[in-house]
């Protein structure tokens, strides 16, 4: 439920909560969702009925954990992370109650030493969360929102709105043009294509267009990678280097 973790952007993996849904495009192939199925096969308690067999591929079923038992975890680490909030759900989802969001935060809070990172498909229901229940922002916790394509921008500004140490956007996978979007309030974004079985491809033109959008609103440029089926063939070079920008950890 946490660990050291290879995704390029953090350091670590806390997961407080097992099992998702699918609500738009973006989350057809998620690697999560796949992941999820070994562990079930595997008898984990914490993924058992989160997936279910669909044609030639396992989905999510909706069903959602809540790990208690890993609440902990955060405060056995001596040594400062950057921590991805969740890499196998997602923290807002509907079926996540705010009464157990607020034990997340508690240990964010009592945890300083850390930087965490939320990334969200439901920002409307952090802001919710933050304004409306009075929860002051964190300056060890970053949130953020996925953005596939154009059809999902309209998350954008529902990030905008939250109040945040650093706001950042993954747009990964990225699967379609997100046109012009107002980048003057988002920090960081993550560009990424989709990898692994029956990956979409991701057109050079999405990417340079959200680069060049980064580079005249001040968003910092992360480069994740081409994706595919096989991903460490086709990198994370784009325009002939590596983009690792990003905001500052925060340090206590």
């Known amino acids: 439920m946490a660990g050291y973790s290879d995704i390029e952007w953090t350091d670590a993996t806390w997961n407080p909560v097992s099992g998702c849904r699918i609500i738009t495009a973006g989350c057809s192939n998620c690697y999560a969702m796949r992941m999820a199925a070994r562990l079930q096969a595997m008898r984990h308690e914490s993924y058992r009925d989160t997936t279910r067999k669909s044609g030639n591929r396992y989905v999510w079923t909706g069903t959602v954990h809540l790990n208690e038992q890993a609440l902990g975890i955060?405060?056995?680490?001596?040594?400062?992370?950057?921590?991805?909030?969740?890499?196998?759900?997602?923290?807002?989802?509907?079926?996540?109650?705010?009464?157990?969001?607020?034990?997340?935060?508690?240990?964010?809070?009592?945890?300083?030493i850390h930087t965490f990172q939320i990334l969200t498909k439901q920002p409307e229901r952090m802001k919710d969360y933050l304004i409306c229940g009075g929860q002051p922002p964190?300056?060890?916790?970053?949130?953020?929102?996925?953005?596939?394509?154009?059809?999902?921008?309209?998350?954008?500004?529902?990030?905008?709105?939250?109040?945040?140490?650093?706001r950042f956007i993954s747009f990964e996978p990225l699967i379609g043009s997100v046109g012009r979007v107002d980048?003057?309030?988002?920090?960081?974004?993550?560009?990424?294509?989709?990898?692994?079985?029956?990956?979409?491809?991701?057109?050079?033109?999405?990417?340079?267009?959200?680069?060049?959008?980064?580079?005249?609103?001040?968003?910092?440029f992360f480069f994740k990678q081409w994706g595919g089926v096989n991903k460490k063939r086709t990198g994370r070079e784009f325009d002939g280097q590596t983009w690792d920008e990003m905001p500052a950890p925060n340090i206590a």
Not at 94 to 101: E, G, I, K, L, T
Not at 198 to 209: H, K, L, N
Request: charged share 25%; proline share 8%.
């Open 74 to 112: 955060p405060d056995t680490w001596r040594k400062p992370r950057l921590v991805f909030v969740n890499s196998m759900s997602d923290l807002f989802q509907d079926a996540v109650p705010f009464d157990f969001v607020d034990k997340v935060w508690a240990v964010m809070k009592r945890n300083p």
């Open 138 to 166: 964190l300056p060890n916790v970053w949130i953020g929102t996925s953005v596939e394509d154009s059809r999902v921008t309209f998350r954008i500004q529902e990030l905008s709105e939250c109040p945040a140490t650093v």
């Open 183 to 220: 980048l003057s309030n988002i920090h960081w974004s993550i560009v990424g294509g989709e990898s692994g079985p029956g990956a979409r491809p991701m057109d050079e033109a999405w990417v340079r267009e959200i680069f060049r959008q980064c580079e005249t609103q001040g968003s910092k």
